[in-house]
């Protein structure tokens, strides 16, 4: 059984990603319960009979303390979908801020499970772990990858898609969010089909149709959308998301050639988990270490 006298482990978890919002659920399931007799052990998160996240590799899993998890959202989305535990909206201040909170609420764990494009707090994430001197994973779902049949065209940014436009269609479907409209408003001989899941606001492309939608979306919804709108360029970020990957298979199975932005690269020196199951497993490790007797960090 855990030590209950010793006050929980906190672990921050940022981002509102479906795997932040799938590791939160996890955690705050139960990772420090023992598992119930019979149940699959996953980490140690347990709900019922039922796996939360994934069966764990055979053997006795370590010891893990209580915890308390806490995700922070941006704040960026008029209404979230809120993860389990505690939830904080709004940024910390920079990497100076982050690293403050860290301290103030004695995080033993930071965990980046933020979109893969957002890498300024990343960045900042990576820099303030390392002044807090908090173990830091970051959670990354696996990027697209081209198929037979696919036509995509590579870039490293927003401004590399708008460049590429004229050459290849007319009539754009533009899923990179919101934010990044600006980077097409110069392209005025274009019309585009503008997908988000809030409205956005201005600089954006003068000959522009908003469609106000929120994943996940259904080959044959994007097969129709296509064909409705008589699409001629798909452009996206590689978000490697299930949910919206029904669109680049639409666009094969219409010969429609797809820009695709690719991710910027995780902060050096940062572990990468690619799945909700990996960081568990990171998390107990890490969290065993520092109850060793033998760790300074131990409680």
């Known amino acids: 059984m855990p030590d209950t006298a010793r006050p929980p482990r906190h672990v921050l978890i940022l981002g509102g990603t479906t795997e932040a919002r799938r590791l939160a659920e996890g ?14 052990v996953v980490g140690e998160a347990v709900v019922g009979a039922e796996p939360v996240l994934g069966r764990e590799s055979a053997g006795a899993p370590a010891p893990v303390p209580a915890l308390r998890v806490t995700s922070s959202l941006a704040g960026r989305v ?19 801020g982050l690293a403050r909170w860290l301290r103030e609420h004695a995080v033993d764990a930071l965990i980046d499970a933020t979109h893969p494009f957002a890498d300024t707090i990343s960045h900042n994430a990576a820099l303030a772990a390392a002044t807090a001197h908090v173990p830091l994973l970051s959670l990354r779902r696996p990027g697209w990858v081209p198929g037979p049949g696919d036509d995509w065209h590579q870039v490293t ?16 479907f533009l899923t990179t969010g919101r934010m990044g409209l600006s980077h097409f ?10 997908r988000s899941v809030d409205a956005p606001e201005p600089p954006h492309p003068p000959r522009m149709e908003v469609l106000l939608n929120r994943g996940p979306f259904t080959v044959e919804g994007e097969r129709a959308l296509l ?22 298979t639409a666009a094969r199975e219409a010969g429609v050639p797809v820009v695709v932005v690719r991710r ?26 520092a109850d060793s007797p033998d760790s ?3 409680r």
């Open 78 to 96: 008029a209404a979230p979908r809120l993860p389990a535990g505690e939830v904080r909206i709004g940024g910390f201040g920079g990497p100076e």
């Open 157 to 172: 940014s927003l401004d590399e898609a708008a460049a590429a436009l004229p050459a290849l269609g007319s009539r754009i």
């Open 185 to 194: 408003a110069h392209l005025t001989d274009l019309w585009f089909l503008a």
């Open 296 to 298: 300074p960090d131990s």
């Open 227 to 248: 064909r409705d709108h008589r699409i001629e360029v798909v452009v996206t970020k590689d978000s490697g998301a299930a949910a919206t990957a029904a669109k680049l």
């Open 27 to 40: 955690l705050a399931a139960g990772l420090a319960r023992e598992p119930a007799v019979g149940a699959p």
């Open 264 to 289: 910027p690269p995780v902060p050096d020196g940062v572990p990468v988990a690619a799945h909700p199951d990996e960081a568990v497993h990171w998390l107990r490790r890490i969290l065993s270490a």
